[in-house]
């Protein structure tokens, strides 16, 4: 089976504490990269980190 290639716009929004916009990043036909899972551990305190790589055709900068 072959898998389709989904290429949208999408952004990212930096919030202060108080819930407002900062800036936001605009990015122009992405696509997944790379996703890393945690490793998780029962034994440890550790936190559960998750890694996602994004590729870009260009990336747009509003600053609030």
């Known amino acids: 089976r072959q898998r389709q290639m989904c290429i949208r716009d999408s952004s990212i929004t930096l919030r202060d504490e ?4 900062v800036q936001t990043w605009i990015l122009r036909r992405v696509v997944p990269g ?7 551990n029962a034994n440890g305190d550790d936190v559960a980190m998750e890694e996602l790589v994004l590729t870009a ?7 609030f």
């Open 57 to 63: 055709e260009a990336v747009e900068l509003d600053v």
């Open 34 to 40: 790379k996703y890393t899972g945690p490793a998780l």
């Open 18 to 21: 108080a819930g407002q916009t």
